[in-house]
């Protein structure tokens, strides 16, 4: 065997042992949550209340429920990275203008049990839409959280869907930040949103920073397309910036749809 033979050899058993780890521990790329239990729901947010819900398949899950002086309460499905302590700025917000609002973390976060995946965290929002019962009810969406509020939104009809840094599907935000890797074909979690978003029988509205290096604009963008939804664009914002947690733009997406902008 020559030694460019024996080189090939090498490099391609290399590769294919480096896409079997990708395959076997992918979620651990896609899932980045703060397992550690967040605190007291009054502790952080004024009228804050602790409370759990319990999935199709066993699990038991804690929330944070804010009620509000109006009819309308805001589900809140957060992104890929963090816990429910995370994304308070944004129910403080929406609860000063009057708005309920349910902070659900999924399964793996907030001190929640159980491991993330794309039908598990399915099945958390459809938990956390049963709590709230026959509540009048908008959909918060949150980049990798838009993907779940937006199936659950063809399967579970809202008032109003918000889809904050949304991407066509979950391959096509990946192949951006792993451009190297065949990130389509390695996928077990697909979170098709574009696929779908058109079914969506709800008014629906995509927010958007033009900056956003993780979500690039032009994703959302085509989500948007696809369902005909009302765009707000926020220039010069980046995926995680302030402004996309509880800006003035963003919260008055969630008014409007509410009934009432600020």
Sequence with gaps: MTTLMRTVLVVAAVAVLLLALLWA????????????????????????RDVTFTTSDGLTLSAWYVPGRRDVTVLVMGGNAGNRLHR???????????????????????????????EGL????????????????????????AAVATRLAVERPPLGLVLRSPFTDLAAAGQVNYPFLP?????????????RVGRVRAPVVVVYGTADTIVP????????????????????????????????ELVNAVLTLAGRSA
């Design 88 to 118: 308070a700025p944004l129910a403080s917000a929406l609860a000063e203008h009057g708005l309920g609002v349910l902070l659900m973390d999924y399964r793996g976060y907030g001190g929640n049990p159980g491991g993330p995946d794309e």
């Design 122 to 145: 399915f099945r958390d929002a459809l938990a956390a839409r049963d709590w709230l019962g026959d509540r009048r009810v908008v959909y918060f969406g949150e980049s990798l959280g």
């Design 183 to 195: 990130v389509r074909a390695l996928l077990r979690d697909r979170f098709p949103v574009a696929e």
């Design 25 to 48: 521990f992918q979620r651990r790329l896609i899932y980045l949550p703060d397992g550690s239990p967040a605190p007291p729901a009054a502790s952080v947010l004024p009228d804050g």
């Design 217 to 248: 604009a032009r994703l959302s963008r085509a989500v948007a397309e696809a369902a005909g939804a009302t765009v707000v664009v926020i220039p010069g914002a980046g995926h995680n910036d302030l402004v996309m947690l509880n800006g003035r």
